[in-house]
């Protein structure tokens, strides 16, 4: 079975700084990866994805992660920070030639951002 | 495109009371997903329909939860009776096919059980 470690439970920002928030996966074979954002009162939006190919992708709002097997991680980063940029953000990760939406979710990071 | 539809937004309930969340999914969306994510945690998946048939319901605690998609649109999931730590919120998610790469996620129902 596939699980999703974040090991950030809250990370703060100043805005225009740079962002990186940290996903671990464990799946024996090739994973489907993907970063939602939740504001708060609001369902997830999905950021980016990674399903094969090139291991940087790219995604909305400015948003790009790095699919690195050998460390099976999925990192997500930001160059510059927005103050609307403040929700929590969840990785996860779905079994090969399944439903994008039948995933496993971490648990979550916050990212609050600093003025 | 109108997004997925859920209600209510929240509802409060006793404990051993039931209650009911509808989902209104995108427009020919064929599958349609039910998730419980309890404060501080990510979601978690209860039940995947594909048209009106389920196709993976083993996370769903069958002896106080239901859910059904009679005519593969709408669907109901229901809580009876509810516990305290049923205290969640509930999302709704569809997708088109089976095999599609995005889900698309309702703004959720948040339970509060008292």
């Known amino acids: 079975a596939q699980s999703v470690t974040q090991p950030d439970i809250h990370i703060t920002v100043s805005e225009g700084a740079s962002l990186e928030l940290r996903c671990n996966y464990s799946y024996g074979a090739t994973p489907y990866l993907f970063w939602y954002v939740q504001s708060p009162g609001q369902g997830l939006q999905l950021l980016l994805k990674y399903f094969s190919g090139d291991t940087l992708v790219q995604g909305i709002k400015g948003f790009e992660a790095e699919f690195k097997r050998s460390q099976s991680s999925f990192n997500l980063r930001k160059p510059s920070v927005h103050w609307s940029d403040a929700a929590e953000y969840f990785c996860?990760?779905?079994?090969?030639?399944?439903?994008?939406?039948?995933?496993?979710f971490g648990d979550g990071t916050t990212l609050t951002v600093k003025p | 495109e109108a997004g997925v539809a859920q209600s209510p937004r929240y509802k409060i309930i006793e404990k051993r009371q039931s209650v009911a969340f509808w989902c209104n999914p995108i427009?020919?969306?064929?599958?349609l997903y039910w998730y419980q994510q309890i404060l501080g945690q990510g979601p978690k998946l209860l039940i995947q329909f594909q048209n009106n048939g389920v196709v993976d319901d083993s996370q769903l605690p069958k002896d106080r939860f239901s859910a059904e998609r009679l005519k593969g649109v709408d669907s109901t999931l229901k809580i009876q009776p509810a516990k305290l730590e049923d205290s969640a919120v509930y999302l709704c998610?569809?997708?088109?096919?089976?095999?599609?790469?995005?889900?698309?996620f309702g703004q959720g129902t948040r339970l509060t059980v008292v």
């Open positions: 996860a990760v779905g079994a090969e030639n399944t439903n994008a939406g039948k995933s496993t």
């Open positions: 998610a569809s997708s088109s096919t089976v095999r599609d790469t995005e889900a698309f």
């Open positions: 427009s020919g969306h064929a599958t």
